[in-house]
């Protein structure tokens, strides 16, 4: 295993072009939670992000 910054995991994704929310923890990526129902960021262990060819 190795541990990544936002910064290093962002740089996979060079030469596409991100969908919102681009790289962000991955909780963020589930629409429609309320904040009482969303883990915190310290909670979540991963990057996630979606790329496309341009």
């Known amino acids: ?3 990544r910054s936002r910064a290093d995991v962002a740089r996979f994704f060079d030469g596409l072009e ?3 929310p681009g790289v ?6 589930r629409p ?9 960021d310290a909670e979540v262990s991963l990057w996630t ?5 341009p």
């Open 49 to 53: 992000g979606v790329g496309t060819k």
């Open 24 to 29: 962000t923890v991955g909780h963020r990526w």
């Open 32 to 40: 429609g939670l309320t904040d009482g129902d969303a883990p915190t």
């Open 18 to 20: 991100l969908l919102d």
């Open 1 to 3: 295993m190795r541990f």
